[in-house]
């Protein structure tokens, strides 16, 4: 191309073939006055000298000379007369340079609903552009040539896996989300994680614009964990109990091993199999109400029904209540439990007032403490008279 090499007096420009370059260092350091600097619609030159950004050129065709860039007078070449001009020149993309792969592993994280300890990785990709080509020259890229834009592409990938490492943590614990239905909140995480990304990559002139084939997924281990449990979850539940699911897969496993001869079914097993019968045999028990929580959106398990009150009974004497096994009341030292007829023996039903065998009232005195009745004499029949 017409400039590329020292000594050209014509036009400084991008090569057709580094067009896709986030930086591109201009190879001369001398470069003769009056050359034409062409700045395409998406770039921004930018002068160097000693490390220090000394001027920028924005698009368009630009002459190398003092007079109408007056900033190039610190590079002129006093030797040449003030025809060379010392410096680096940069360009510097400022379009959206898209599909930058990232991913990897982001932490290892307790699932709300589950409790197990999962393993999370994220891949997908972004769209990256210069806002302050400066400070990306000062504080990220320096003074080399970028042929290869992983250089930077790559680093803001590990700036991006740092905040999704510290974000989806914090989210995942703070607002209890389950993993199994994480792809559900997706869009706010790309939201927060491009800005908090950004806020990182201020200071070297970068911005995310936006990301693409965002996913956040479970290690292959992990979804199979999580998969079992959620399946036997569901399965506990239609059973009534785990208890209840666990015979079914024992007596499953049984019946198939049996089809098959009964060559795939240890002792043990079958031993376990003889005493499932007597469990088989009983009633099914009412499944418990489902209840939130359940992995993928489904119901978990209703708290457990709450103990039975403790048995009480009523003091026949004074009508207060006490537990229940007492053989006296604590308020009036009255006997407890079933109460007995003072005149017959006979057992009182609760809360009567007669006694059924005698008839006697309750709480009367004993017979054997009633005063003493005198027998009656029948009289004695006439005698004859004498004679």
């Not at 003092?66 to 680096?88: K, M």
């Not at 496993?253 to 469990?279: D, E, H, I, N, T």
Request: charge should be negative.
């Amino acid at each position: 191309m017409p400039g590329f090499f020292p000594g050209a007096r014509e036009n400084i420009a991008v090569p057709d073939d580094r067009k896709g370059q986030i930086v591109f260092k201009w190879p001369d350091h001398e470069i003769r006055r009056f050359t034409h600097a062409i700045v395409a619609p998406d770039e921004v030159a930018v002068f160097m000298y000693q490390g220090q950004v000394k001027g920028t050129l924005p698009p368009g065709r630009h002459s190398i000379d003092a007079t109408e860039l007056p900033f190039l007078g610190i590079f002129a070449d006093a030797l040449t007369g003030g025809n060379l001009y010392r410096a680096e020149l940069y360009f510097v993309g400022n379009r959206e340079f898209t599909q930058n792969r990232f991913g990897g592993k982001i932490d290892s994280v307790q699932d709300p609903v589950s409790t197990l300890i999962v393993s999370l990785r994220v891949f997908g990709d972004y769209s990256l552009k210069v806002v302050e080509p400066a400070s990306l020259l000062v504080n990220l890229v320096g003074t080399v040539d970028v042929t290869d834009n992983s250089a930077v592409t790559n680093w803001v990938a590990e700036q991006l896996l740092k905040v999704l490492r510290t974000d989806v943590t914090k989210q995942i614990v703070r607002n209890g989300w389950p993993i199994l239905g994480l792809a559900a909140y997706t869009e706010d995480i790309e939201k927060a994680i491009i800005e908090l990304a950004n806020q990182q990559l201020a200071t070297y002139g970068l911005t995310v614009a936006r990301m693409g084939n965002f996913t956040i997924s479970l290690d292959d281990e992990s979804q199979k964990r999580l998969e079992q449990f959620s399946k036997d979850t569901a399965y506990s539940r239609l059973a009534g109990s785990f208890q209840g699911y666990a015979a079914g897969e024992m007596a499953l496993g049984a019946g198939q091993g049996m089809a098959q001869g009964g060559g795939a079914v240890s002792p043990a097993f079958m031993a376990a199999g003889f005493g499932l019968g007597g469990q088989m045999a009983q009633p099914v028990q009412a499944a418990p109400a489902p209840g939130p929580g359940f992995p993928g959106g489904g119901g978990g398990y209703a708290p457990a029904a709450p103990a039975p009150a403790a048995a009480t009974v009523q003091c026949p004497k004074c009508q207060a209540v006490s537990p229940a096994g007492g053989r006296f009341c604590p308020s009036c030292g009255g006997p407890l439990g079933a109460t007995h007829c003072t005149g017959c023996g006979a057992e009182l039903a609760p809360g009567a007032r007669f006694c059924a065998g005698c008839g006697q009232p309750v709480g009367a005195a004993p017979a054997s403490a009633a005063p003493p009745v005198p027998p009656v004499v029948p009289p004695a029949p006439p005698q004859p008279p004498a004679g």
